[in-house]
């Protein structure tokens, strides 16, 4: 049976993932490329997950390629793509690609000659029921400030002239919200149509680049937007991909007030807390009581990230607001946290250290812009 909750995507299904990488490549750098190549698939076989790829060449332009992997599942291949050893194995690759556009899908369906299609779905990690979307694609970069210029580059943040929302005829941005923790900054984009096309439209916007050259003093991570590999390697470490999203199917209320709740997690948890919250999400999307509207957990290495909408103040009813709603989830919860990282240390099963972790986790809201319909 289908959840009531709309969910538009999800990592933690199970189901086999198919990556596609389109390359538009620079003319005599073919033999280059073949050799980056065959570097990345040497490494690429060992990670844990893979099962194969293929390198595709155009029969209508030699200029164009295709690489297509497939994956045991999601988590395992957002881990290794947003690792540091992804961005030194593709690096040899920068040099031959004008451009790249990445695809990721779920296996829904397959053929396999011979056996059954309902036995052949059951064993093979398809997804059980195709998701119902709604035309949107989220993502989301954060990256680190110096400490003791918090202020200063929320102000330049949230000072910003918003960019013209319509990007083209099919793409256009819905939404961005901005938070910090700290020193830390969370930049969450909503788009209708190509994200890659909204996220170049963003970039080449003269208002967005001031405010980046304004703030590029105060990274922790040095940057130069004028020089495209070090703007390539920047974003490709910002990178804070959203593992599910889910929205109740009941009207949307009209106290809704957007959260982003930071949970730090312990090494090698971090996949594993994203999946704890992103269920809990789900249970709620079907639970007409619960604070919770709708959710997008974001996810990078140990850095976990929950967007929530929520009705009411999250203080109301804190064991909800932070997804720990149901038996031994406070305690599943701080197993998986580095409570030293955000000052909750201790049991989560009193009262008051709830309450401190909805404190330390809520961030600060910088900026919240939705665009006219």
Not at 176 to 187: I, P
Not at 189 to 217: K, S
Not at 239 to 249: E, G, K, T
Not at 311 to 340: F, H, I, M, Q, W
Request: charged residues 25%; negative net charge; hydrophobic residues 40%.
């Amino acid at each position: 049976m289908a959840p009531s909750g709309r969910i538009s995507q999800s990592a933690f299904d199970g189901s086999r993932l198919r990556v596609i990488l389109l390359l538009d490549l620079y003319e005599g750098a073919q033999q280059q490329f073949l050799d980056a190549y065959e570097l990345m698939r040497k490494q690429v076989a060992s990670v844990p997950g893979h099962i194969s790829d293929q390198l595709c060449q155009s029969i209508e332009n030699p200029s164009q390629w295709l690489i297509t992997s497939e994956w045991e599942s999601a988590p395992p291949f957002l881990a290794w793509v947003n690792s540091e050893e992804h961005v030194e194995t593709v690096k040899p690759m920068h040099s031959c690609v004008r451009d790249t556009r990445s695809m990721r899908y779920s296996i829904v369906r397959e053929t396999n000659p011979g056996q059954p299609a309902s036995r052949a779905s059951a064993a093979a990690g398809v997804q059980v029921a195709a998701r119902v979307g709604e035309g949107v694609a989220r993502h989301a970069l954060t990256f680190t400030v110096k400490p003791g210029s918090e202020s200063k580059v929320a102000e330049l943040l949230a000072g910003y002239e918003s960019p013209r929302a319509q990007v083209d005829e099919t793409t256009r941005l819905r939404r961005t919200s901005l938070f910090m923790h700290g020193n830390r900054v969370v930049r969450a984009v909503e788009v209708e149509g190509d994200l890659l096309a909204a996220l170049r439209h963003v970039a080449r916007q003269p208002e967005v680049r001031a405010v980046e050259e304004a703030i590029n003093p105060y990274l922790e991570q040095d940057r130069d937007l004028t020089d495209p590999e070090s703007a390539r390697l920047f974003f490709t470490r910002a990178a804070l991909p959203a593992v599910q999203h889910v929205v109740s199917d009941r009207p949307a209320p009209a106290d809704l007030r957007r959260h982003a709740l930071y949970y730090p997690a312990k090494e090698g948890c971090g996949t594993e807390l994203a999946r704890l919250l992103a269920q809990q999400d789900q249970a709620a999307a079907d639970d007409p009581d619960s604070p919770v509207y709708g959710s997008t957990v974001f996810q990078r290495d140990d850095i976990v990230v929950r967007l929530v909408d929520l009705t009411g103040e999250p203080d109301l009813d804190p064991v909800a607001s932070l997804g720990l709603k149901g038996a031994g989830k406070a305690a599943e919860l701080e197993r998986l946290l580095d409570g030293a990282a955000i000052g909750v240390e201790g049991s989560l099963d009193t009262e008051r250290n709830i309450n401190r972790l909805l404190s330390h986790a809520d961030m600060l809201p910088v900026t919240d812009r939705t665009a006219a319909s």
